[in-house]
């Protein structure tokens, strides 16, 4: 898992340590210092954490004239023990909210597991951002499958041509139109 880096190609669009916006503002990255770990596997210094043991994450890209961001996440998503939606809700979303974002594109290919507990942090992530939704993309099928027995589904915009984008080959500006159209395509 050390390996496993956040995706860097679009940093030439925003880094989120020089975004005096962003919760990791003038945070300063080792590429050689090992410190977090999920389980017994350190994950590549460049990965933020938010606060749980088993989910850490990376914060791509933030627009924040059209109210969007691009969240890649690696590990467990773990509700039932670590409780990760309420931590990542309270850490990452409401200061995110507050800053006018209310569109969420959460890329989970590198999400291994999802343990749920229940839908009342989705539920009021969903109710907060009134004209805006949350996008995954790229989950693993028995991830999704989990978050359809919770009824997670209902609030997020999941699965068909969102879990077979080739995201990388996009810019953010591209990536976030392309999502927007299929948003709005399942809304109509």
């Known amino acids: 898992m050390h390996l ?10 925003y880094i989120s340590s ?6 990791f503002f003038g945070r300063e990255y080792s590429e050689f210092e090992f410190q977090n770990s999920i ?3 350190y994950i590549h ?9 088993t989910l850490f994450l ?11 961001t691009i969240i890649e996440l690696i590990g467990e998503w773990n509700d ?9 809700k309270r850490e990452i979303i409401e200061p ?6 209310n569109k969420y594109i959460l ?8 343990h749920y507990s229940d839908d009342c942090y989705y539920e009021e992530w969903f109710d907060e951002i009134e004209d805006g939704w949350i996008a995954t993309i790229n989950f693993h099928d028995h991830v999704t499958s989990e978050f359809q027995k919770i009824n997670i589904d209902n609030y997020f915009v999941m699965g068909g041509e969102l879990e077979e984008i080739e995201w990388r080959t996009y810019s953010p500006f591209q990536l976030f139109n392309k999502i927007n159209n299929l948003v709005n395509k399942r809304i109509e």
């Open 107 to 114: 890329i989970g290919e590198n999400v291994l597991n999802f």
């Open 58 to 68: 990376k914060i791509l890209f933030v627009e924040y004239n059209e109210g969007y």
């Open 4 to 13: 496993v880096e956040p995706f860097y190609d679009w940093r030439n669009y």
């Open 39 to 41: 389980y017994n596997f």
């Open 45 to 53: 210094p460049q990965w933020d954490s938010i606060g749980s043991p």
């Open 96 to 101: 995110m909210i507050e800053l006018g974002i």
């Open 80 to 88: 039932a023990i670590e409780n990760d939606i309420m931590t990542l």
């Open 18 to 23: 020089e975004d005096s916006s962003s919760l």
